[in-house]
C-alpha cells in the first residue's frame, strides 16, 4: 500500500498513475497543488517532509494539525472530511515510524 504524506491511499485514488504519481514521487508538487497553492506544494507535504524532515504527517506530534483539519476536499461534506481524517491518522499511526 502506498500512502501519501497524509495518509491517503494513493492506490485507491481514481487520479493516481493517471494525473498523479504519488505526493512522494513528485515532491508535494501533486496535480492540484500546482494549480491550487501559492508555493505549488501541498502544505501538509511541505510541512512534514520538508520542513520537519518526516516521512509523513505521521511522524509529527501535532498530528492532526490545523493544517491537516483545515485542508478540506470541496467536493466532501463535513462528515466525509472528519471521517476521512480519522482514518487517516489511524493509517498514519499504525504505519508510520
Known sequence: MLLSACGLVC????FF???CSGCHKVNGSTFWAIEMMPSKVCPLYDCS???KSLRDCGGCSELPCNIFLN???PNSTEEQHQKSIGERVARLNTFSL
Open 11 to 14: 492506490d485507491d485514488c481514481e
Open 17 to 19: 498513475n493517471k494525473t
Open 49 to 51: 517532509v520538508n520542513k
Open 71 to 73: 485542508m478540506k476536499d
